[in-house]
């Protein structure tokens, strides 16, 4: 399968271009090469190469940095996602587009369905919204992936973690989500690759779990006694406010993938065993 991956210069991009490479025929593209704001390069670029699929992961993600450049987030996020879109609908090119579980609000009190409105609290939600929108206009055949708290590729959260034991942990107390292992999240775009059950899909590993509860897990299973902060939501000055509540019910990728995900507890102890190892 030919799979055009935009964004390769993050760590991420770099983790499931080098999963997918193996088996099918890859051309990633940096922003230097491929910038989304310049819709006639996006253009030419996804015409001229006519991929099989093309996985969007091309993102300003930096939560605080959007806030704080809101023109630029919408730049990338929002009209550089409906640059890629366009291409892909004009040759019928299946999208699979990596958004976020930032989309909701973070008030309701048990996981969010995909169906649930969304409604987000920050400008990075926002504009990954907003691109989701224009995809599900533009595009007859799409998935999107909403997911949020991942780890496993290089310079993750788990890793910077892991790279910071050594200095207080200061922790959002209440903030709550699912910890998503990248090789799982990969198991789900690896079966959409030859489905035509386009959607939008909630990703993340059961169950959810407090952002200070997954911490102290990370320093468990390594092995460190540390003592972790815990402060109120949006204690800190200068940053984007983040949903209370970003947890996902993830029952409809298993109805329609028949993929089952094992809890983030044991994935965790094995990314964390494995690096043990490798050091």
């Known amino acids: 399968m030919k799979i055009l991956i935009t964004?390769?210069?993050?760590?991420?991009s770099n983790y499931i271009e080098n999963r997918f490479k193996?088996?099918?025929?890859?051309?990633s593209f940096t922003r230097n090469e491929l910038d989304i704001s310049d819709k006639?390069?996006?253009?030419?670029?996804?015409?001229?190469?006519?991929p099989d699929i093309l996985i969007h992961l091309d993102s300003m993600s930096n939560?605080?940095?959007?806030?704080?450049?809101?023109?630029?987030?919408?730049?990338?996020?929002t009209i550089g996602t409906l640059n890629v879109a366009y291409p892909c609908s004009i040759l019928n090119i299946p999208i699979i587009f990596l958004s976020t579980s930032y989309v909701y609000d973070g008030?309701?009190?048990?996981?969010?369905?995909?169906?649930d409105k969304c409604s987000p609290v920050n400008i990075y939600g926002k504009t990954k919204l907003a691109g989701e929108k224009l995809i599900r206009t533009l595009c007859k055949k799409y998935f999107i992936v909403r997911t949020g708290w991942i780890f496993?590729?290089?310079?993750?959260?788990?890793?910077?973690?892991?790279?910071?034991?050594?200095?207080?942990?200061?922790?959002?107390?209440?903030?709550?989500?699912?910890?998503?292992y990248v090789e799982d999240l990969c198991r789900v775009i690896e079966k959409m690759f030859n489905s035509n059950l386009y959607g939008i899909y909630n990703c993340g590993n059961p169950s959810s779990t407090t952002k200070s509860a997954w911490v102290k897990k990370i320093f468990n299973y390594a092995g460190i006694e540390r003592r972790i902060l815990e402060m109120p939501e949006?204690?800190?000055?200068?940053?984007?406010?983040?949903?209370?509540?970003?947890?996902?019910?993830?029952?409809l990728i298993k109805n329609c993938f028949d993929i089952e995900l094992p809890n983030w507890e044991s994935r965790l102890s094995e990314y964390i065993n494995d690096k043990l190892k490798n050091q």
Do not use: Q, W
């Not at 309701?108 to 369905?113: A, D, E, G, T």
């Open 7 to 12: 964004g390769a210069e993050n760590p991420l």
């Open 22 to 27: 193996g088996t099918n025929e890859i051309y």
């Open 40 to 50: 006639n390069l996006t253009y030419e670029i996804i015409t001229d190469n006519k």
């Open 63 to 77: 939560i605080d940095i959007c806030e704080h450049d809101e023109s630029l987030a919408y730049t990338i996020n």
């Open 107 to 115: 008030n309701k009190n048990s996981p969010y369905f995909e169906t």
């Open 152 to 180: 496993g590729e290089e310079n993750c959260f788990v890793n910077k973690v892991l790279n910071n034991s050594n200095v207080s942990m200061f922790v959002c107390s209440t903030e709550t989500g699912n910890p998503t």
């Open 234 to 251: 949006n204690f800190l000055r200068n940053t984007a406010i983040r949903p209370k509540n970003s947890s996902l019910n993830i029952s």
